[in-house]
């Protein structure tokens, strides 16, 4: 038995780096393909002979879409919607989550109940709809920020890992005579890192990929964001690539135009989740570990 054991233990060594060797490369595998026919020659990829490497390589898929189609005013749309709701989500989501983290707080239960039904249940697309429209926030940049504000789950989150602080902490600094915002500035969030990533992770994604509040609430050409303007792109690329390069001088088609839109704007989150990454896993397995 301890023979065949040790027989079956050496195949699984084996095999188990094989397996997520192959898992990785399929997952990666569309991105090499996307990436290789962004900047492949246009016969190769008309003749589907771009797979995993490109063939012929040329930038003119690159120029087109960062000169000549309007991408880097939705770029700037969509970092100033990212940075600005995630700065603001972190800062709501913080003076939220940390009263509701003291048993002692008067209602707390009514408050965390509240939060839950909002979780929970969604009143709509309807609803909402209507109610940026009567706050008069249609066509402007803040009906893509405000309906993320404060996320119910983001919130237990962030309230989970301030539960988990010692009370001694605060009640020391209570002594020498700090405020409670002084505490929660000075002395809780510099310890609240990991959750804070964690949260600033959910909302920068969220905001960095949300279509549907623009589809719904944006007409304005200059206000709509990179994933508005990718589908719209794609949906009358060859009325852009006729109006670009009226010439055909450029050595592009459709699908490198596709592809190079696709690789540019997930570029900014795969860049930024490497160095988020530790805070990420560290802070949604505090964040999970009681409710």
Known sequence: MLGKKSVLERIFLILNPLFF???????????????????????AVMAGKVFLWPVHIQWDAYEFVLIKSGFLNALSVSLF??????????????LTAYPLSKSHLKGRRFFLLI???????YGGVV????????????NTIWSMIIPYLIIPFNVF??????????????????????????????????ISLPSLATVGLF?????????????????????????????E?????????????????????????????????ALPIIVLYPFLQKYFVKGLTIGSVKG
């Open 127 to 138: 609803p909402n709809y209507m109610l940026v429209k009567g706050l008069g926030l249609i």
């Open 157 to 190: 989150i962030m309230k989970t890992f301030l539960e988990n602080i010692p009370e001694q902490l605060e009640e020391s600094a209570k002594i020498d005579g700090a405020s409670n915002l002084r505490i929660l500035f000075s002395l809780i969030l510099p």
């Open 233 to 265: 792109m794609i949906k009358g690329i060859e009325n852009l690539i006729r109006e670009g390069d009226p010439e055909g001088a450029m050595n592009i088609t459709t699908a490198t135009i596709e592809s190079a839109t696709v690789v540019l704007t």
């Open 81 to 94: 919607v990212t940075i600005v709701g995630t700065f603001l989500c972190l800062v709501l989501t913080t």
């Open 21 to 43: 060797l192959l898992l990785g490369l399929a997952c990666i595998a569309p991105w090499l393909h996307l990436i290789s026919k962004s900047v492949s020659d246009e016969s």
């Open 203 to 231: 909302y920068a994604v969220a905001y960095w990929n949300d279509y549907l509040h623009p589809l719904f609430y944006i007409s304005n050409t200059n206000l709509k964001p990179l994933q508005l303007f990718l589908y």
């Open 115 to 121: 939060y839950v039904f909002a979780m929970l249940f």
